[in-house]
Every structure is written in C-alpha cells, then in structure tokens.
Nanobody
Framework: QVQLVESGGGSVQAGGSLRLSCAVS????????MAWFRQAPGKEREEVAT????????YYTDSVKARFTISQDKAKKTLNLQMNSLKPEDSAMYYC????????????????????WGQGTQVTVSS
C-alpha cells in the first residue's frame, strides 16, 4: 500500500516562493507516474505538474510553466514541487498523487484518477 504525505504548504505574498514535498512509503521505488494536483474552492481539480519517474520526463499545465518545477529524489523517495513567482490564483489545496499502473497514464499526465493520493497541503497566496 503506497502512502503519500505532503508537507511545505503555507501562506505567502504574491511573488514569493514555496516548496512542497511528498514522502513516499510502502513502495520499493517511486511509482511509475507522480503528479501534483490542486483544487481551489468551486473549481475543478487540475493536474499542474507531472513526472514519469523512470525516464524523468516532466509536464506542466500552461499556467505554471516557467514558474513551477517538479523533481524527484529517488534515494529519499520524495517528490518535490518548487513554486516561484506565486500568484493569488495559485491558492488551492495541493495534492500529491501516484499512479502505479502504466496503462492508466495518458499523454503527459498520470491519468484522470491516480490510484494513490496524499491528504493535501494548503497553499495561500495573498495579493
């Protein structure tokens, strides 16, 4: 059973930075595909950054390109998200997700519903 535990959320002013981390346990290696999702009140959940851990390829939704960087630490079995130049519209609950089934991945995403999720960490950006 894969367990994901996020940390690093908080409150920051616009233009600031935050770094989210996701610790992975219960799995020998990092899962096939890992991603950061976010959901703001009244909005749909969106996959903001994705990494295919085997080949290291990464994908970003357009609104965070050049500002967010997803990375992995295989030795520590952690997933990170460096968020720079934060905007108020980045405010949301951020979730770490993992997909262990390669057949579920679609294009540059882990698929619509990865099979493991963290509990979420809140990011609030004030103007």
């Amino acid at each position: 059973q894969v367990q994901l535990v996020e940390s690093g959320g908080g409150s920051v002013q616009a233009g600031g930075s935050l770094r989210l981390s996701c610790a992975v346990s219960g799995y020998t290696y990092l899962p096939y595909c890992m991603a950061w999702f976010r959901q703001a009140p009244g909005k749909e959940r969106e996959e903001v950054a994705t990494i295919f851990t085997g080949r290291g390829s990464t994908y970003y939704t357009d609104s965070v390109k050049a500002r967010f960087t997803i990375s992995q630490d295989k030795a520590k079995k952690t997933l990170n998200l460096q968020m720079n130049s934060l905007k108020p519209e980045d405010s949301a609950m951020y979730y770490c997700a993992a997909e262990t089934r390669p057949s579920m991945a679609r294009g540059g995403t882990c698929g619509e519903n990865p099979n493991y999720w963290g509990q979420g960490t809140q990011v609030t950006v004030s103007s």
